[in-house]
């Protein structure tokens, strides 16, 4: 893994443990999804990291992760 993608895994995981233990579970069921995709470690943090910030503030407006990104993330 390169260090970029590192550096990235290591400020998503701070990020995550920010999030609400309902935010928690939703991200943690996306981060499987992501996991799974076809894509490079790299752009699943990408994805993670931008997830995770609008859930972040979400729940700084008061709104819980399924009004957020949906009943269907």
Request: glycine fraction near 6%.
């Amino acid at each position: 893994m390169k260090q970029q993608t590192r550096r990235l895994l290591k400020e998503n995981n701070a990020l995550d443990a920010q999030l609400s233990p309902e935010g928690s579970a939703v991200m943690t069921d996306i981060t499987a999804y992501l996991r799974a995709a076809n894509i490079s470690t790299y752009q699943q943090e990408l994805l993670r990291r931008d997830i995770t910030q609008m859930l972040l503030e979400g729940e700084r407006r008061g709104e819980g992760a399924k009004s957020v990104i949906g009943e269907d993330y």
